[in-house]
C-alpha cells in the first residue's frame, strides 16, 4: 500500500491467483481500477511501494523503478535466493535501500536513491558487517540504522546506515534463530523474535548513552595521560634548561 492512500501494488500468488506472478499490478482499491502494470523475465518474490519508486525483487535481481514514469532507475543483482533479504527505509527524505553485496560474503551495499519526477541521483558504499552469510536485514523508517544477523555467530549487529560504522552488538544466543526483527517507529528501540518463541527487545537509546559515556570516559582517561606525558616533558626541559653558576 502506498502510505495511508487507497494505491496498491499487488502481485499473485497461490493455485489460482488473480493476478500474474511475473507482473507488479498498480491498483486503485477505490475505483476498482487497474492503473499501470510492469512485467518481469521471472516471478516476482516482493513488492514495494513508496511515493517516489517501485521496488521489484525477482530470484537473482532487485528493480527500481520511478512511480512517476515507471521507468527503470536501477538493477541489482542479488544472490538467489527464495526470499529476499533486505533493509528498506520508508521516509520522504529519498530512498535508502540495504542488501547483501552479491558473490561477497559477510559484506552489506547500501545504496542512497534521491528520485523526482525526472531525474534521480544514486550514492552507494559498501561495508564488512559479518564473516559468514548473511541471513536478515531490518532498516529503521529513516534509513539512518540497520540491524544484521549472519547464519553463524551469537551476536546481531547495529549499524549506522549513513557510514557503516558500527554502534553496538545485541547478543541472540547459541542455538536460537531469528525469525523476525523490526525497529519502533522512532527508532528507540528494536525488538526481535527467535524460532524458539522467545522475544528480545533492546533499548537503543540507552545502548547509545551507554556508549557514549564509555567514550567520554575514554577520552578523559586518554587527556588525563596526555596532560602527564606533557608535564613530564616540561619538568625535562625545566632541568636541561636550568643554569647552574659557580663562585
Not at 538493477?75 to 527505509?89: A, F, K, R, T, V
Not at 549513513?162 to 531469528?178: H, P, R, T, W
Not at 537509546?205 to 556508549?211: A, N, Y
Request: charged letters at 25%.
Amino acid at each position: 500500500m502506498l502510505k495511508k492512500t487507497n494505491i496498491l501494488a499487488l502481485v499473485g500468488g497461490g493455485e489460482s491467483p488473480k493476478f500474474s506472478k511475473d507482473k507488479i499490478t498498480i491498483y486503485d482499491s477505490h475505483q476498482g481500477l487497474i492503473l499501470s502494470q510492469i512485467r518481469f523475465n521471472s516471478k516476482i518474490t516482493n513488492v514495494k511501494i513508496r511515493t517516489d519508486s517501485i521496488i521489484g525483487f525477482i530470484e537473482d535481481k532487485i528493480y527500481i523503478l520511478n512511480i512517476n514514469t515507471l521507468e527503470t532507475i536501477d538493477i541489482i543483482e542479488i544472490d538467489q535466493i527464495s526470499y529476499p533479504i533486505y533493509g528498506l527505509s520508508n521516509s520522504n527524505n529519498g530512498l535508502v535501500l540495504a542488501f547483501p553485496q552479491y558473490n561477497n560474503k559477510g559484506k552489506i551495499q547500501i545504496g542512497k536513491y534521491y528520485i523526482t519526477k525526472k531525474n534521480f541521483k544514486k550514492e552507494t558504499f559498501e561495508f564488512t558487517a559479518h564473516e559468514s552469510n548473511i541471513i536478515f536485514i531490518a532498516m529503521n523508517d529513516d534509513g539512518t540504522l540497520i540491524v544484521t544477523g549472519s547464519e553463524k555467530g551469537q551476536f546481531l549487529r547495529l549499524f549506522n546506515a549513513s557510514n557503516g560504522d558500527l554502534i553496538a552488538e545485541l547478543k541472540k544466543g547459541k542455538k536460537s534463530k531469528v525469525s523476525w526483527i523490526a525497529f519502533e517507529f522512532c527508532s528507540e528501540i528494536v525488538a526481535y523474535i527467535t524460532d524458539i518463541g522467545k522475544v528480545y527487545i533492546y533499548n537503543i537509546t540507552e545502548i547509545k548513552k551507554v556508549i557514549n559515556n564509555n567514550n567520554d570516559k575514554n577520552n578523559k582517561i586518554e587527556n588525563n595521560k596526555k596532560k602527564e606525558n606533557i608535564n613530564k616533558i616540561h619538568e625535562k626541559n625545566k632541568i636541561k634548561n636550568k643554569t647552574f653558576f659557580k663562585m
